[in-house]
């Protein structure tokens, strides 16, 4: 039982590329959710999905796109990226919205 | 407007030396409070959640506690290992089909041997 994985670990872009950053939960949960987190700031939510085939957007979607086409993967677009988005990101997932929720590793960004 | 406040940001402890960190909370209906754990490097790890003012929980040397406004973490006889930053966050009602957690900024722990 892995758990929340994710991938990659760490990667570096340059302004305007894209890329997709991977989550993968074999726990059975219907809830999974991508979180950003910034030096001294709290995480905030990107987008969530409550099963295959729906998604809804969070607190700070911009520049970010999502898709649910399994129970168990749910993966984090990030088209033309910016500096902005130099965060960590969090994939995370949960059986509900008011049950623990489990966290990945994180991804390390860095936009320049 | 929602909002999760964590006090103090930074606390350094002596081993041995018990204390307590805060989360006050303002939110439209409370469904559940969370306590995670993050060390360095990686993601949080869940330790307790709480449902309703009056409830404790407790593993090892942690024990929380809910009020209406307000959840404390108390530490006993800390150790050098408890080190970490710990996050609090709240769940509300919402009208969706579903909603994520509202996070603090998180406090700080050090405990020096």
């Known amino acids: 039982n892995a758990g929340v994985t994710q991938t990659p670990k760490f990667r570096i872009l340059k302004i305007g590329q894209s890329m997709t950053l991977q989550c993968t939960q074999d726990m059975n949960h219907n809830y999974m959710y991508w979180y950003r987190q910034d030096p001294g700031m709290g995480l905030k939510l990107i987008y969530y999905s409550v099963g295959a085939g729906i998604t809804d957007k969070g607190e700070v979607p911009n520049g970010y796109n999502v898709s649910r086409s399994t129970t168990e993967d749910f993966p984090l677009r990030l088209e033309l990226a910016a500096p902005s988005q130099t965060s960590v990101y969090f994939c995370a997932s949960s059986y509900g919205p008011d049950r623990e929720t489990y966290f990945g590793p994180g991804t390390r960004l860095t936009v320049t | 407007e929602d909002q999760v406040t964590q006090s103090p940001e930074a606390l350094r402890l002596q081993e041995g030396e018990s204390s307590s960190l805060n989360c006050s909370y303002t939110?439209?209906?409370?469904?559940?409070l969370f306590w995670y754990r993050q060390d360095p490097g990686k993601g949080p790890e869940f330790l307790f959640t709480?449902?309703?003012a009056g409830e404790e929980k407790e593993k090892e040397r942690l024990k929380a506690t809910l009020t209406k406004k307000e959840s404390f973490l108390h530490i006993t006889a800390p150790k050098p290992e408890d080190s970490a930053t710990y996050l609090c966050a709240v769940q509300h009602r919402s009208q969706g089909s579903g909603t994520a957690l509202i996070f603090g900024k998180g406090t700080t722990l050090s405990v020096s041997s």
């Open positions: 709480l449902y309703s």
């Open positions: 939110v439209s209906g409370l469904r559940g």
